[in-house]
């Protein structure tokens, strides 16, 4: 059976190196974005001339009917799911909390927190054998932030990668007899272009000093922990969490 792998917000960064590696893999790859579609179609691309295969879906995650029509579009492409990745993320302007307004956390929480439990939602309904499903793996992309806290930056960003914590925690143990497990990476601070949502491009550079190893970390390194857990060699893992974050 074709391995298929759904990987949200694949246009660039942890995403982008997330498609690469799997493709490489042998996993057939569906690179979500929502507005970068010369990015998403420039990494579709990519495994191409490298001899995989993947196809660029636009879909808002926070949106419900979106989420459905990559799911139905993936499903006709390349057949049933057996890999999804809950990536796809947003963060805000750096800020304390005295200073958030209810638009911005709206727009946070319906990204990180609605766009993932639909996401999983989708995916169990394919995955799961009380579906009929084969069974499969989902993997979601949390944040040191859900345990550090990202005072005066983004608490709301880090209370919303909590609840991706709970998630994959309650999830996991509602689907470990269905065949599917589920389980996260909480990335430290990585270099993508995330922090320039943020309002400061260059923080990896004023962060990595409070790194234990002293520097920031690659997408692709965070793509290998996701493909371990997203692999048959991570059979018997679930609800479980790899810190790709340097030490911190
Ligand atoms: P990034 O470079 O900003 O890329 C974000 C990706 O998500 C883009 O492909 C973007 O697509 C897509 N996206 C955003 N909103 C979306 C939506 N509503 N629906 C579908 N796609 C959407 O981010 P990154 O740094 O690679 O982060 C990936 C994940 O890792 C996120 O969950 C983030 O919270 C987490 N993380 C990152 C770091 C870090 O230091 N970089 C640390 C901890 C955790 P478009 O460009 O088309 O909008």
């Known amino acids: 059976m074709d391995q298929v792998m759904i990987i949200t917000g694949a246009s660039r960064g942890i995403g982008a190196a997330t498609a690469q590696l ?16 010369s990015a998403a179609e420039a990494v579709v691309r990519a495994i191409e001339a490298d ?69 999983a939602r989708e995916a169990v309904r394919r995955m799961s054998t009380a579906h009929e499903g084969p069974g499969g793996a989902i993997v979601n992309v949390s944040s040191m932030a859900a345990r550090l806290g990202a005072p005066n930056e983004y608490v709301d960003y880090a209370a919303a990668k909590a609840a991706v914590d709970a998630l994959t925690t309650g999830l996991s143990k509602e689907v470990a007899a269905q065949g599917v497990r589920v389980n996260a990476v909480r990335p430290g601070v990585i270099r993508t272009d995330i922090h320039a949502s943020g309002g400061e491009p260059d ?19 965070v793509a290998e922990a996701i493909l371990w857990l997203a692999s048959d060699k991570a059979s018997y893992v679930t609800g479980s969490f790899i810190d790709v974050a340097g030490g911190r």
């Open 203 to 221: 923080r990896v550079e004023r962060v990595k000093a409070a790194v234990p190893m002293q520097r920031g970390g690659e997408p692709e390194e």
């Open 22 to 37: 799997a493709a490489r893999q042998g996993y057939a790859v569906a690179v979500n974005y929502r507005h970068d579609q």
């Open 51 to 119: 001899g995989g295969r993947a196809l660029a879906v636009a879909a808002d995650i926070s949106v419900e009917a979106e989420v459905m029509q990559l799911f139905e579009t993936v499903d006709r492409a390349f057949g049933r799911l057996t890999v999804l990745v809950n990536n796809a993320g947003i963060l805000e302007r750096q800020m304390p909390v005295a200073q958030m307004d209810s638009g911005r956390l709206a727009r946070v929480f319906a990204v990180n927190v609605q766009g993932a439990f639909l996401c």
